[in-house]
């Protein structure tokens, strides 16, 4: 290992190889505090030429290594928990070009979401993928994750924005699709491919992006209703009204209260509601009369908050759940990103609580989530240690039953390795597995990350 160290000092430089205890602390455990790993080592090359050799180095020594970019996965991807090397992307952190014309971004897998928003922003264009994580995660992480978040409902996921990236294989080889074309159909989609691979097929190193035009005129509402159902119906009646959703979020009156408790917010309406919907529309004209009026005629509306632009005293209290989450539980939080079938999200939202309190009364369920997408974030408090796989094998059972995903945008990571077979069959499973040898036959990336064993 001193030897594999003294040459990864040689290629990035003694300072960017960190073995300190102290300063590796933050890159051995992950954001949720699941997750607690030690390393040979932290490395962090400059360039793909330099990423290329140190994978190279690695490869020949037989040493696996971990990705990673912010840190922010939720699902135990990023962090060594088996003495593996860490690759850090920070310093793969350069803007290379906004191009306006072609509505397209070029840039470092290690540049933030949030610096990347800001650059489009700079040419009147907007990324098409937004998160509560922007100001760390990184557009390598979002590509490697293949990530969703708030603006998905418009845009969709990820790997609908990825035109092409450079990508560093166990090996050492580059492999590079970078053709800012909309349309080409030489061959297999290698970058869909590598897009939500989760750091097992290779390390992305640079990104190019699709850029998107943000709406002009938006309104914010936040909205009390009676059930999920309500909540559909007003999605569909600011449809059928022409306003363009821009963002849909679901939040229960449970949540809500936790998230008033923790940070010292006003509940937001008169009247109590079971869920609070959080939308913002775009629309040509008055998106927020356009809004109000929608809402007049809504059946199961209890109450509302509506607001002009981009409104973020209402985001608030949507994008402090997961804080909120962390900040209340006694032990770390268990995050279960599931989704279900769009008309199931009722059934499902009552059940679960229903299921928890017959075996783990102690258990406390916040849930919430972009319903639009039928994306479910369900967050477990004060879950004891020894009942965590118990409780969360309940609940992947119950989502098994909705036909839904045990994964709808964090990925498999470790956490959810066990229940990979709830949602893909043999087959499925056996042709991934083939599809990972083929990039990576000595098994260095990532090993214990999206098994299909
Ligand atoms: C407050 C909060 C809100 C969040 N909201 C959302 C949300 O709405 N939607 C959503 O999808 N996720 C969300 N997340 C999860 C997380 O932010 C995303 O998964 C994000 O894409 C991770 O990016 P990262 O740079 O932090 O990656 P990391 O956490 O560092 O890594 C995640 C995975 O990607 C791999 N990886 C990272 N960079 C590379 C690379 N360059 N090449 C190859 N593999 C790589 C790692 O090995 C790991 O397996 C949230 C997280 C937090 C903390």
Redesign the pocket.
């Known amino acids: 290992m001193a030897e594999l160290r003294g040459d990864l000092e040689q290629i990035v430089g003694g300072t960017h190889v960190l073995t300190d205890p102290d300063v590796v602390a933050g890159y051995v455990t992950?954001?949720t505090g699941n997750w607690h790993g030690h390393t040979a080592a932290v490395v962090r090359p400059a360039n793909t030429d330099e990423v290329s050799r140190v994978l190279a180095r690695c490869h020949r020594a037989g040493v696996a290594v971990?990705?990673?970019?912010?840190?922010?996965?939720?699902v135990g991807?990023?962090v060594p928990l088996h003495g593996e090397v860490v690759l850090s992307?920070a310093r793969?952190n350069r803007i290379e070009e906004v191009d306006a014309l072609g509505c397209t971004l070029a840039a470092g897998?290690?540049v933030r979401v949030a610096d990347a928003q800001r650059a489009a922003a700079g040419h009147g264009l907007a990324l098409g993928v937004d998160?509560?994580?922007r100001e760390?995660?990184?557009l390598?992480?979002?590509?490697?994750?293949n990530?969703?978040?708030?603006a998905f409902v418009k845009h969709g996921n990820t790997r609908a924005q990825v035109l092409g990236l450079e990508?560093v294989l166990a090996d050492g080889r580059v492999l590079t699709r970078w053709a800012a074309l909309p349309k080409d159909n030489i061959g297999y989609d290698l970058p869909g491919l590598l897009t939500g691979?989760?750091?097992t097929l290779?390390?992305?190193?640079r990104v190019l992006l699709r850029l998107v035009f943000p709406a002009q005129a938006t309104a914010t509402v936040l909205v009390g209703v009676d059930d999920a159902g309500a909540a559909l119906s007003l999605r569909d009646a600011i449809l059928e009204a022409g306003l363009t959703l821009e963002a849909a979020e679901l939040m229960t009156d449970d949540g809500l209260d936790l998230v008033c408790a923790e940070k010292d917010l006003r509940y937001p309406f008169d009247d109590r509601a079971a869920y609070t919907v959080l939308l913002e529309v775009s629309g040509p004209d008055d998106p927020e009369g356009s809004l109000v009026e929608v809402l007049a005629r809504c059946a199961g509306v209890v109450d509302g908050t509506v607001e002009k632009g981009h409104a973020e005293r209402l985001w608030h209290y949507r994008e402090s759940h997961?804080?909120s989450a962390a900040s209340s539980s006694v032990t770390p939080v268990l995050k279960l990103d599931i989704s279900v079938p769009v008309r199931e999200i009722g059934g499902f939202l009552a059940e679960l609580p229903e299921l928890l309190r017959a075996d783990h009364p102690g258990i406390r369920p916040l849930n919430f989530g972009?319903f639009a997408d039928g994306n479910i974030h369900v967050n477990l408090l004060d879950v004891p240690p020894e009942q965590r796989e118990e409780v969360t094998d309940a609940v992947f059972r119950l989502v098994a039953q909705y036909q839904g995903s045990i994964s709808a945008?964090?990925?498999i990571?470790r956490a959810k390795n066990p229940w990979i077979g709830l949602g893909r069959s043999p087959v499925d499973l056996a042709m991934m597995a083939a599809i990972r040898h083929a990039f990576d036959p000595a098994g260095i990336l990532?090993p214990h990350?999206l098994r299909f064993d």
């Open positions: 992950d954001w971990v990705p990673q970019g912010g840190n922010t996965g939720l991807g990023s992307t793969l897998a290690g998160l509560a994580s760390s995660a990184t390598g992480g979002i590509v490697a994750t990530a969703g978040g708030i990508a691979s989760e750091g290779a390390v992305i190193t997961t804080e972009h945008e964090h990925g990571g990532n990350v």
